[in-house]
């Protein structure tokens, strides 16, 4: 980790040497969530736009001087990154924008963006000499935690709350993880999470509180700079659960104007379910962030209580961006929306960003003209109850010309 300073305390601006299990400020507590901090003159004078074209590493790992990871230890096999980015005229004009630019987390190995964080809670957890890693998760940390772990050979314990959608459990069991259902909300489930991580000395792989996840979570706006040539949109969404992904998108946009790769920073929109939004009311009011109930249908960002709410806020207003809500109606709209303008396939946490687009526009917030990029965070076949509740039902005929006929006529498809 030649690059890497050490880690720094949020709150209080202690600095700690960066071992691959320190997770909080042993002053602050849970308050004290901890920065990687860069060595950006030394990457300056090492590394450049042009040395990272000529890279040839796999998926998110071309950006290693950026990664707080030692180059020697083994990373796991699976190819994370590389996801593909979409112009989509149809799509935008449905939003009021004539473009706008869609980058597909879906197709990372086990279909969301959780997978650059998991990758390297793997690498960390070799680092401590763990061979157990563990998190709780409403599902794609879960997953993605559990496929990185099998891969590379570690033992996973994940924890989800008792409503996570069949498909992600699913994931967890063909994995092999030991997988524990939770009878409660997502805060139960991540306590009971803590306190067995802490009991049993597994590697703790929860984002909210593990410094390095988040930078893994970058990698997706660092590629996504990379992919447009380094000429940024002016604005960059995401959907917000407990924060670390936009967070971690704050991160990237940091690393990129330190090291001149960029000469503009994008604003952030950071898009959360109406019915459980603790942190945009933490941003609009300037306040501390009050736990609230988790009522949504996008389970992935339905977090009531996330611990990585103070960066995620940070990031937001940094970049001189907004918080915004919208509704489960909304959010399944934008799901059928997507499918049917692009063909891409998104989750309902992955999607909702769509849904705040719209809002932001219809406010006049973002304006028609100006360039804007979503990340999808996750794919549908996740979470395959609330597609059908979106799309509907199929028709179902009696193997009859006359019935198919019916059909023809009131679909318009002769």
């Not at 977090?303 to 995620?312: I, L």
């Not at 946490?349 to 965070?377: D, F, H, M, N, S």
């Amino acid at each position: 980790m030649r690059y890497v300073k050490g880690l720094v305390c949020i709150s209080c601006q202690k600095n700690y040497a960066p071992e691959p299990d320190r997770y909080l400020c042993s002053s602050c507590g849970e308050n004290g969530l901890l920065d990687v901090e860069y060595d950006y003159s030394l990457l300056q004078s090492e590394w450049s736009r042009e040395q990272l074209q000529s890279s040839t590493a796999p998926g998110h790992w071309r950006y290693l001087p950026l990664l707080p990871v030692d180059p020697a230890t083994p990373r796991p096999p699976l190819r994370v990154g590389g996801t593909p980015l979409y112009h989509n005229r149809a799509l935008g004009e449905e939003l009021g924008l004539q473009e706008i630019i869609i980058k597909d987390e879906g197709l990372n190995p086990t279909a969301s963006l959780k997978d650059r964080a998991s990758s390297l809670a793997v690498v960390k957890a070799r680092e401590a000499g763990n061979n157990t890693i563990s998190c709780s998760s409403t599902g794609n940390a879960a997953s993605s935690l559990a496929g990185s772990a099998a891969a590379s050979g570690l033992k996973a314990v994940i924890f989800v709350p008792e409503r996570a959608p069949g498909g992600k459990v699913a994931q967890l069991m063909i994995f092999g993880a030991r997988v524990i259902s939770v009878q409660g909300s997502y805060s139960d489930t991540y306590e009971l999470s803590a306190a067995s991580i802490d009991r049993w000395h597994w590697y703790n792989r929860n984002a909210a509180i593990n410094p390095y996840l988040m930078e893994g979570k970058k990698t997706a706006v660092l590629e996504l700079a990379e992919q447009l040539n380094w000429q940024m949109p002016d604005w960059i969404v995401l959907t917000v659960g407990d924060g670390c992904t936009i967070a971690g998108a704050g991160k990237a946009l940091q690393d990129l104007r330190e090291l001149d790769f960029i000469t503009r920073k994008p604003r952030l929109l950071g898009v959360q379910a109406a019915g459980c939004a603790p942190i945009t009311r933490a941003w609009q009011q300037e306040a501390e962030l009050q736990v609230c109930a988790e009522d949504s249908l996008a389970d992935s960002i339905a977090v009531g209580n996330p611990r990585n709410w103070k960066k995620a806020v940070r990031a937001v207003r940094d970049s001189g961006g907004i918080m915004i809500n919208v509704e489960d109606e909304e959010i399944l709209e934008m799901m059928k929306l997507l499918g049917r303008k692009s063909g891409i396939f998104g989750e309902p946490a992955g999607v909702a960003g769509l849904a705040g687009i719209r809002r932001a526009v219809k406010a006049g917030i973002i304006q028609p003209r100006e360039k804007v990029a979503v990340i999808i965070t996750g794919n549908g076949l996740k979470d395959i109850d609330s597609a059908r509740q979106a799309a509907g039902e199929p028709y179902s005929l009696a193997p009859e010309i006359e019935a198919m006929e019916e059909v023809v006529c009131k679909e318009g498809l002769d």
